[in-house]
């Protein structure tokens, strides 16, 4: 049997399945990610991530990223934060550059262990979240129960932000599905339910585009944190505080977003070529 290795990993409970496809590539069909991400049959998780051969000498990895639903992805803060762990143990250091379809991310690990990932440049313009029209994206014209007059933010993806009274009160198991693939969104969208406590602080729920409702989301407590300063509610260090846990926040003067939080390693295994039946490797 060719069975093939992987990692369980999760960043506040956003989880992930961690193929290394560096020294020998691996193509996964969506059904075949599908398969192992489903909860009952397979591995489960939220994204599916293969680490690649560097495509530019600047990196160190390319990261490649598939939603649970099997579509494939620019950007995971999360995933980011747990593959340049990996990559770190594996070399011995504190920092480390992966590449991704949304750009080159510098990650460096602190003392306490937590990663901190620079996740680039944040996008405000309508034609690079992208939106199908021009439309003003700090007041969406989208209305859906309590989710209403949202911004919206590209991290790599697109994000749109809504700002509520009460996070936990939000249907988002209903509204979440409805705005992900509103037409606004030709890319669908995912979805962040933000109830701002202070200044410094937000609380915030997220509906995945392709994954439902996770624990936690890196790039969107990045757009939370981004979409709020924005508005002036907040200042430029946020605590995001999401249902696995907390996640720090810093918006640079250079326009990028800097994501700090841990990285864990839940387990390791195989896969049975069964749950690779509808992709292969190469």
Known sequence: MNLLAFRKMHG??????VLDGRADAIAVAPAAVRAIA?????????QLVVIEPAVVPAADAFMRIYNADGGE?????????????????????????IATAAGILACRRDTGGRVS??????????????????????????????????????????????FVADAEAVPLADCGPRVEINPLFPQRTNVE???????????????????????????????????????????????????????????????????TGPATLAFSGVLDPTLLANGSRR
């Open 12 to 17: 506040l409970g956003n989880d992930f399945v």
């Open 38 to 46: 489903n909860r009952r049959t397979g591995v489960g998780c939220d």
């Open 73 to 97: 992805v620019g950007a995971c803060g999360n995933a980011t934060r747990c593959v340049a762990r990996l990559l770190m143990e594996e070399r011995g250091c504190d920092s480390v550059a």
């Open 117 to 162: 990932v620079d996740m680039g440049p944040l996008r405000y313009a309508w034609e690079e979240i992208p939106l199908a029209h021009a439309v003003d994206t700090l007041h969406l014209p989208i209305a859906d129960g309590p989710l209403v007059d949202g911004v919206a933010v590209s991290v790599g993806n697109p994000h749109a932000v809504f």
């Open 193 to 259: 339910a933000v109830q701002v406590l202070d200044r410094a602080t937000v609380r915030m729920r997220v509906w995945e585009r392709g994954s439902g409702i996770t624990q936690a989301c890196g790039t969107g407590a990045c757009a939370a944190a981004a979409a709020a300063h924005r508005l002036g509610l907040v200042d430029a260090q946020v605590r995001v505080i999401l249902d696995g846990g907390e996640l720090l926040i810093e918006l640079l003067t250079d326009g990028h977003v800097l994501m």
